[in-house]
């Protein structure tokens, strides 16, 4: 049988992992779509960890509003590489 505290520590190690893969991703090789995946996986481990656990640290709740933010930026950041391949692309048509 799983205590609240295993799920804690379930969530801990997963948004630990996706945050490792996101900063490896944004280092390394900066591929938007695993950007966004680690992102994505990061923020919805922490609010779930807050949903199923009221007692978790409020901080878990500033961090997931961060990884929203680095999420939104991501997207900003593809949109205006599509939209920049776009124009090349249709400039050498």
């Known amino acids: 049988m799983t205590t609240e505290h295993d799920h804690s520590e379930y969530h801990k190690e997963k948004i630990i992992g996706n ?26 481990y ?11 640290n409020p901080e878990l709740l500033k961090l997931a509003e961060r990884v929203r933010e680095i999420r939104r930026r991501l997207q900003e950041l593809n949109n205006m590489k599509h939209s920049h391949d776009q ?6 048509v």
Do not use: Y
Request: hydrophobic share 20%; aromatic share 0%; charged share 20%.
């Open 87 to 92: 124009q090349k692309l249709q400039s050498t």
């Open 46 to 56: 922490l609010e779930e960890q807050s949903a199923t656990n009221p007692d978790s």
């Open 19 to 44: 945050l490792s893969q996101l900063e490896d991703h944004l280092r390394s090789q900066p591929c938007s779509e695993c950007c966004q995946k680690h992102a994505i996986n990061a923020s919805q």
